[in-house]
């Protein structure tokens, strides 16, 4: 059973272009979650997500960020127009209906240059 | 939102020595996960704890979590260069059963 994908793991932009990161949760797994991790800090939750619903979006920025978790494929978190001040990792973790437990994928580490 | 205080926030010791970090909460927590993070890693779950005054050991790491659900610790006895990482505690806050607030988190190196 392969864990939480997720792709690219390093990503570089320029100020201004926009980055797509993509997460395929564990088989089974219906819930995503999606946070970001500043360097040396904590993750910081983003957006909770379900097959073609968002659930929770509170932890997101409400300008330039998106994310959606289609009927078919991964889930997609999109930033538009990124700023310098969007580098980190974002992680995306799923999880079975009814479950606390997170599985973490190995994250996307965004470099704004 | 909840919010958890992780200390301290660096820890070096020497291989053999034992290490512990805390996490501590101004409110009654519901349950309280842990985390590891290796260098360069992504986090990997340990353990949750539910229970006040609850206890759970796996191997040489112990995990309590406080009488009145406020305040949590990791244990390690007898470090190894393989327990190097970042260890952070996290909670399910915010009136939700899913959204996860994590401590800033204990970064332990070992010195071998």
């Known amino acids: 059973n392969a864990g939480v994908m997720q792709n690219p793991r390093h990503l570089v932009r320029r100020r201004g272009q926009e980055a797509r990161l993509r997460c395929s949760p564990m088989k089974g797994h219906s819930h995503v979650y999606w946070y970001r991790q500043l360097p040396e800090e904590g993750l910081k939750f983003m957006v909770y997500?379900?097959?073609?619903?968002?659930?929770?979006e509170s932890g997101m920025p409400k300008e330039r960020f998106s994310a959606e978790f289609p009927k078919e494929g991964p889930s997609i978190l999109r930033i538009q127009q990124v700023v310098r001040g969007d580098s980190a990792a974002y992680f995306c973790a799923s999880s079975p209906p009814g479950s606390g437990e997170q599985f973490f994928g190995p994250g996307t580490r965004l470099t704004v240059l | 939102g909840q919010q958890v205080m992780q200390i301290p926030q660096y820890q070096h010791v020497q291989e053999g020595e034992d290490f512990t970090t805390y996490c501590n909460s101004s409110?009654?927590?519901?349950?309280i996960q842990w985390y590891k993070q290796r260098p360069g890693g992504h986090p990997v779950f340990l353990i949750q704890?539910?229970?006040?005054?609850e206890v759970k050991k796996q191997k040489r790491l112990t995990f309590q979590f406080g009488e009145a659900k406020k305040n949590s610790s990791l244990h390690i006895t007898a470090t190894q260069t393989t327990d190097v990482g970042t260890y952070f505690c996290?909670?399910?806050?915010?009136?939700?059963?899913?959204?996860?607030?994590f401590g800033k988190g204990t970064l332990l190196t070992v010195n071998p």
């Open positions: 996290a909670v399910m806050g915010g009136g939700s059963n899913y959204k996860l607030t």
């Open positions: 704890l539910v229970k006040s005054g």
């Open positions: 409110t009654t927590l519901s349950n």
């Open positions: 997500l379900q097959k073609e619903n968002i659930i929770d």
